[in-house]
């Protein structure tokens, strides 16, 4: 099933440049699938290895959580007065809270680099090697929202970053329900377009053989989806589906389609309650953490490369604009903004004799002008809007 090998990967470097980078895992999943006890599983997993995990909680909803997390989105948005300000019903308390978290999403990639990078006044505490995040089991609300995209982007634009879709076997068991689901997940990889893991979740109950066979036999999928039709079991053990023609042949070509899908993908089948699978899981992680090393990365950095041009032409463009509107003429260039001598200068009050002088060099006055303007935009570009205190806040409330 897994398509990649990691002999082949590019060695990824922390901002230190030598430790190696933690790998990001996020995992989400529908409600009820059982992300946060995998979570816990995981986390423990990890601890139990000696290599304890960044753990971050993106679902303001939760009461409570069965494993501790160092970022915590209920630390600093609290989802219920959401709701009650914006006059919000339940997702749209989830999607608001999201947005306003990720308002400081400058501040929680600080925090992150800074555990990746060895601590120079503690020199025994370790970089850690994995972030995970829990998400919300409104799957939309994070992964097709503004701020879903940007906060996979922030992290993926960081550290490697893999997806890990969990699955309820049980209940994923008949050919409509386990197709429905796969569907989810191609939906997931080509908008999040980051490496996937699919996890097929309470395997206690139900075995995933069947799915791994689904996957790889096209044929075996074909004889479970005509075995199906013949007893009227679409829904299968999940209920008593009936199916028509027209059912079972779209069921068909999907099947022929995802095919192709299920070649990126890696799946393993884990008992988060029992704690099968979770060795799997790990290597299934590695495996795909080097694919976005070798896949992934370049893809990314080029698109970033692409922005920052962007941002560059767009910035010198409102400047062209903003001295043509005052008429001062000249063409405007960012590239001046590195040489911008100390703006003070410029902002001294001027003398009584300076007031009066009517002599005042334009040439001067306009190079000053732009260069105020220049190092401003540079400026904002630079903060987007961090705020220390938020960082601070984080730390008190983790240690
Ligand atoms: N038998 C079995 N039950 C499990 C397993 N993992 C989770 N569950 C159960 O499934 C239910 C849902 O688990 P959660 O971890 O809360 O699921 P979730 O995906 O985080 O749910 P949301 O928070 O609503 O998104 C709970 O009753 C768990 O005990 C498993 O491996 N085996």
Same mark, same amino acid.
């Given at each position: 099933?897994?398509?990649?090998?990691?002999?082949?990967?590019?060695?990824?470097?922390?901002?230190?440049?030598?430790?190696?980078?933690?790998?990001?895992?996020?995992?989400?999943?529908?409600?009820?699938?059982?992300?946060?006890?995998? @979570?816990?599983?995981?986390? +423990?997993? !990890?601890?139990? &290895? =000696?290599? %304890?995990?960044?753990?971050?909680?993106?679902?303001?909803?939760?009461?409570?959580?069965?494993?501790?997390?160092?970022?915590?989105?209920?630390?600093?948005?609290?989802?219920?007065?959401?709701?009650?300000?914006?006059?919000?019903?339940?997702?749209?308390?989830?999607?608001?809270?999201?947005?306003?978290?990720?308002?400081?999403?400058?501040?929680?990639?600080?925090?992150?680099?800074?555990?990746?990078?060895?601590?120079?006044?503690?020199?025994?505490?370790?970089?850690?090697?994995?972030?995970?995040?829990?998400?919300?089991?409104?799957?939309?609300?994070?992964?097709?929202?503004?701020?879903?995209?940007?906060?996979?982007?922030?992290?993926?634009?960081?550290?490697?970053?893999?997806?890990?879709?969990?699955?309820?076997?049980?209940?994923?068991?008949?050919?409509?329900?386990?197709?429905?689901? @796969?569907?989810?997940?191609? +939906?997931? !990889?080509?908008? &999040? =377009?980051? %490496?996937?893991?699919?996890?097929?979740?309470?395997?206690?109950?139900?075995?995933?053989?069947?799915?791994?066979?689904?996957?790889?036999?096209?044929?075996?999928?074909?004889?479970?989806?005509?075995?199906?039709?013949?007893?009227?079991?679409?829904?299968?053990?999940?209920?008593?589906?009936?199916?028509?023609?027209?059912?079972?042949?779209?069921?068909?070509?999907?099947?022929?389609?995802?095919?192709?899908?299920?070649?990126?993908?890696?799946?393993?089948?884990?008992?988060?309650?029992?704690?099968?699978?979770?060795?799997?899981?790990?290597?299934?992680?590695?495996?795909?953490?080097?694919?976005?090393?070798?896949?992934?990365?370049?893809?990314?950095?080029?698109?970033?490369?692409?922005?920052?041009?962007?941002?560059?032409?767009?910035?010198?463009?409102?400047?062209?604009?903003?001295?043509?509107?005052?008429?001062?003429?000249?063409?405007?260039?960012?590239?001046?903004?590195?040489?911008?001598?100390?703006e003070d200068d410029n902002m001294e009050p001027l003398s009584p004799d300076e007031d009066s002088d009517d002599e005042i060099d334009d040439?001067q006055d306009?190079?000053g002008l732009?260069?105020?303007?220049?190092?401003?935009?540079?400026?904002?570009?630079?903060?987007?809007?961090?705020?220390?205190?938020?960082?601070?806040?984080?730390?008190?409330?983790?240690?």
């Open positions: 099933m897994d398509s990649t090998s990691a002999s082949t990967s590019t060695p990824a470097t922390g901002p230190d440049g030598q430790t190696e980078q933690p790998v990001v895992v996020v995992c989400v999943g529908m409600a009820g699938a059982g992300k946060s006890t995998f @979570m816990h599983r995981i986390t +423990s997993h !990890l601890h139990a &290895t =000696k290599e %304890p995990p960044y753990v971050m909680n993106l679902d303001p909803a939760i009461t409570y959580s069965p494993y501790q997390s160092n970022i915590d989105i209920r630390d600093s948005v609290n989802y219920k007065k959401v709701m009650e300000e914006y006059n919000l019903g339940p997702n749209g308390g989830i999607m608001t809270s999201l947005n306003l978290f990720t308002t400081k999403v400058d501040q929680v990639i600080g925090l992150l680099e800074k555990r990746a990078a060895p601590d120079p006044e503690n020199p025994n505490r370790k970089p850690v090697k994995h972030i995970l995040v829990d998400t919300p089991g409104q799957i939309e609300a994070f992964v097709w929202s503004a701020s879903g995209s940007i906060l996979l982007d922030s992290l993926a634009s960081s550290f490697p970053t893999v997806i890990a879709y969990v699955i309820d076997t049980p209940r994923a068991s008949s050919t409509s329900t386990f197709m429905s689901n @796969m569907l989810y997940a191609c +939906s997931i !990889l080509y908008k &999040t =377009k980051l %490496p996937m893991i699919i996890v097929f979740n309470k395997t206690d109950v139900k075995d995933a053989e069947f799915a791994r066979e689904w996957m790889t036999d096209f044929e075996a999928f074909q004889a479970a989806l005509e075995n199906d039709q013949s007893n009227n079991a679409f829904g299968g053990e999940e209920g008593s589906g009936h199916g028509s023609g027209y059912m079972g042949s779209l069921l068909n070509s999907m099947s022929l389609m995802l095919e192709e899908f299920y070649r990126h993908l890696s799946m393993v089948g884990v008992s988060a309650t029992q704690g099968t699978g979770i060795d799997d899981f790990f290597e299934a992680v590695k495996e795909k953490a080097d694919e976005f090393r070798r896949d992934y990365q370049p893809e990314l950095d080029r698109k970033r490369a692409e922005r920052e041009e962007n941002k560059k032409k767009q910035r010198e463009k409102e400047l062209d604009k903003m001295m043509k509107g005052m008429a001062m003429g000249g063409t405007a260039s960012t590239s001046a903004v590195g040489d911008i001598e100390p040439e306009r190079e732009q260069a105020r303007y220049e190092a401003s935009m540079q400026h904002q570009a630079d903060s987007t809007g961090a705020d220390a205190s938020f960082a601070k806040y984080l730390h008190s409330q983790r240690g």
